[in-house]
Nanobody
Framework: QVQLVESGGGLQQAGGSLRLSCAAS????????MGWFRQAPGKEREFVAS????????SHADSVKGRFTISRDNVKNTLYLQMNSLKPEDTAVYYC????????????????????WGQGTQVTVSS
């Protein structure tokens, strides 16, 4: 298990950019596949992006592909989500998550595959 703390959310106009960060505790961060999920008001939490342990393989939801980029720095124990060309429909609480098992390095999409979650950071995009 890792402890995760997100930061970087806030209010942004449509078309603007934000970068979310997720700081992980411990020395095992590089052993975990990581992901970003989001939950809009009145909706279920949904997959946004996933990255494998090394950072060489990534996947993004169709709704954010070409606008958002997931990345990681295994020296700084930090996960990132660069969000460009923001839209009002991107408004949500964004959560980072670590796979429930160490060394399961790949791309995962389901909430059930992730065992550690941050507290979430609010992103609001105004039109």
């Amino acid at each position: 298990q890792v402890q995760l703390v997100e930061s970087g959310g806030g209010l942004q106009q449509a078309g603007g950019s934000l970068r979310l960060s997720c700081a992980a505790s411990g020395r095992t961060f590089s052993s975990y596949t990581m992901g970003w999920f989001r939950q809009a008001p009145g909706k279920e939490r949904e997959f946004v992006a996933s990255i494998d342990c090394s950072g060489l393989s990534t996947s993004h939801a169709d709704s954010v592909k070409g606008r958002f980029t997931i990345s990681r720095d295994n020296v700084k124990n930090t996960l990132y989500l660069q969000m460009n060309s923001l839209k009002p429909e991107d408004t949500a609480v964004y959560y980072c998550a670590a796979h429930k098992w160490r060394h399961y390095c790949g791309i995962y999409y389901q909430e059930a595959d992730f065992g550690s979650w941050g507290q979430g950071t609010q992103v609001t995009v105004s039109s």
